[in-house]
């Protein structure tokens, strides 16, 4: 009948519409309760100094269907660094490392998302502002999942982790390098949940 064509077709173009929505490009917002920083670096080659960074923010222009990423920028504050020693995060705070006084925002600027064939790890590409002085980075990424949030909250959430290491003495962060006292490769992986806006 007349009435059931027209449902149908109501209901066709109400998917359709629902479809194209979905699968433009969306803001997303690195949600802060779940937005882990860490890092590593060889100290006086005994070990691999463990640590992270306590505050960070981000939010990305990325269409999911697509495997597009138009912007992203992150930022972390340098002053919430932290390796369970007071004495040593002072250190780190000051001017021998990240001078977070006079810097107090490390930064990351996305410019060029490369999804593989698996459509699940990737190569992101950015800059990199520490110190004042910026260079390009590239981080492995890995999508972990995307689906509605099963509890808390009611947006489509994306996980995802991504690594890169950095020779710091590249951004002028050069003390202990010289003497093997701190190690210029810094490990650094960043594990998040970002929020469909």
């Known amino acids: 009948s007349k009435l059931v064509r027209l449902s149908s077709t109501l209901s066709l173009s109400m998917l359709l519409t629902l479809q194209t929505a979905q699968a433009e490009t969306a803001d997303w917002e690195i949600d802060p309760a779940h937005f882990s920083i860490a890092f590593e670096a060889s100290h006086v080659g005994y070990q691999q100094q463990l640590g992270m960074f306590l505050e960070g923010s981000g939010a990305f222009r990325y269409d999911p269907e697509k495997g597009e990423l138009s912007s992203g920028r992150i930022e972390i504050q340098a002053g919430s660094i932290f390796t369970n020693h007071d004495a040593r995060d002072n250190h780190l705070r000051g001017r021998d490392f990240l001078n977070a006084r006079r810097n107090p925002l490390i930064v990351f600027e996305a ?12 190569t992101l590409t950015g800059n990199l502002t520490l110190l004042g002085e910026t260079h390009p980075v590239v981080l492995d990424i890995v999508i972990n999942k995307r689906a509605d949030y099963p509890f808390g909250h009611r947006s489509e959430t994306l996980g995802i982790s991504a690594q890169t290491t950095i020779f710091r003495s590249l951004w002028g962060m050069d003390y202990g390098v010289a003497d093997d006292l701190v190690g210029d490769e810094v490990s650094l992986r960043f594990e998040f949940e970002a929020l469909r806006q």
């Open 111 to 122: 410019t060029e998302f490369s999804l593989g064939n698996d459509d699940v790890r990737g």
